[in-house]
């Protein structure tokens, strides 16, 4: 069974994770389900004479919701039933496709990774071909588009109480990874009953790092298949691609997020492979990929991949043996 989850004021929040919110819709663990999302404030819409699409629910957003500065529109969220603090949301991604045919981006004074250098805000509205999957930018460049949610995450820790969707934190949120496309597979660790799934923030193409603040910011819609794991237990985000594995470090601190992303591979490799710390720490320096998320959310991010294809031999030896 697929369900669907539509935005609305009374699905969406903005701005902000919150444990205490009643589930917009339940499902059960391994079902599919379907999120659409919106993007941005009044400031970052096209002019209505500028031949755009823009979903009517946005509007209604803008008019009738609690906001919450500065911050995401997530839909959400959504509960699994039989999760509980301890165990691990895992998200498959199956599908994310484009709702609008435009996408929009901000350069802020005093924010960003060059934050004392831009003293002039402003806005982008960028067309995006969705036959073509490309973005024309002002200069006339037409940008592969690559889209995936820069927010992905599960209610917090009951005790955060209300906290704004900028950070990354272990429960997720706008963690900006880019690798996080179709195809690949989000594992979260559960913090209240049911995981309370939000996704937001939808980019249609992002660089590591996002350094002037914001990706081409875009309504997406995502297919996730949601499916609880007791057999694991994490601190942090992972994840997954057809080929690699992900850890990911969220600190304000870039030399402290790379510590984490490494620590967090070591011990992971080592769990799969049996191989040592030692073994596996070698490994890393030699075939291991540091790569900067992103710069500008208060919470830095590094994430490290390895690629899963080398860690069979370790195995296979062992199983030799």
Excluded at 15 to 21: I, N, Q, R, V
Excluded at 188 to 202: E, Y
Excluded at 216 to 225: D, H, K, M, P, V
Aim: aromatic share 6%; with cysteine; hydrophobic share 40%.
């Amino acid at each position: 069974m697929t369900h669907c989850l539509t935005a609305s004021p009374e699905t969406c929040a903005w701005g902000y994770f919150d444990a205490g919110l009643p589930a917009a819709l339940e499902i059960d663990s391994g079902e599919e389900v379907v999120i659409e999302t919106v993007s941005g404030g009044p400031d970052h819409v096209p002019g209505k004479d500028a031949g755009f699409h823009v979903p009517p629910e946005l509007w209604e957003i803008h008019a009738r919701s609690e906001r919450m500065l500065p911050g995401h529109i997530l839909t959400g969220p959504v509960a699994v039933r039989g999760a509980r603090p301890g165990h691990v949301l895992q998200v498959d991604i199956l599908d994310v496709t484009l709702r609008q045919d435009w996408g929009w981006n901000l350069i802020h004074p005093l924010m960003g990774t060059l934050p004392g250098e831009f003293e002039r805000k402003r806005i982008e509205i960028i067309p995006l071909d969705r036959a073509a999957m490309v973005g024309r930018m002002p200069w006339g460049l037409d940008l592969p588009l690559r889209p995936f949610f820069g927010v992905m995450g599960v209610a917090p820790p009951p005790g955060w109480g209300r906290i704004s969707t900028i950070e990354p934190r272990a429960h997720g949120g706008n963690i900006d990874n880019r690798e996080l496309v179709a195809g690949t597979t989000l594992f979260l660790p559960v913090h209240v009953a049911g995981a309370m799934f939000w996704c937001g923030d939808g980019h249609g193409a992002q660089g590591d790092g996002e350094v002037c603040v914001t990706a081409i910011e875009t309504a997406l819609a995502g297919r996730f298949r949601l499916t609880l794991r007791e057999d694991m237990a994490l601190d942090r985000p992972r994840a997954e691609t057809p080929t690699h594995l992900i850890t990911m470090g969220m600190h304000e601190d870039l030399d402290r997020c790379a510590e984490v992303a490494l620590r967090d591979m070591i011990a992971w490799i080592v769990a799969e492979t049996g191989l040592s710390r030692e073994d596996v720490y070698m490994l890393c320096s030699l075939a291991g990929d540091l790569r900067i998320t992103q710069t500008v959310n208060g919470q830095k991010g590094v994430h490290m991949m390895m690629e899963r294809a080398l860690l069979g031999a370790g195995q296979d030896e062992r199983k030799q043996g």
